[in-house]
């Protein structure tokens, strides 16, 4: 299996809730490292332009308008497997669907509130690193 670099966002629900620690935590337990971090507040823009894919959803505006409310931890996470490993780790999207023991399970609040992103698949991390850390190495 390769070694892969993924990017993960704290969200602004546990940033708010002083939850950065705890994840980190979970990210550290399953042998993540973080090769970059970034504490953001994104502006409405930003968020739209991260989140273009969901453009068509109905959700877009409230997932936009959420993102952008407060401060966000971005970081880039590199492990074996790394991309399937933290979607595991962060669990279903909607809270009330995690997995017992998942970041979601533990910290989120509800299908937005949802505490962390995670890249689904190897060309959305290349496009998201690059998003935040331009020119940053993807491996
Ligand atoms: P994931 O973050 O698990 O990859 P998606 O890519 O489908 O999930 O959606 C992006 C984000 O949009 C979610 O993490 C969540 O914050 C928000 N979201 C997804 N579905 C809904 C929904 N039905 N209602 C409100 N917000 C949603
Ligand atoms: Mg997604």
Redesign the pocket.
Known sequence: MAIERTLTII?PDAVAAGHIGDIIKLFEAQKFRIVAARLVNLSKKEAEGF?A??RS???FE??TN??SSGSALVMVLEAENAIKRL?EV?G???PANAAPGTIRKLYAA?????AV??S?APETAAYEISYFFPGMNLI
Do not use: C, P, Q, W
């Open positions: 969200k989140y894919v969901h959803k109905g959700f409230s997932l959420f993102m979607r962060m279903a999207t909607n509800s299908i937005e509130s949802n992103h995670g689904d």
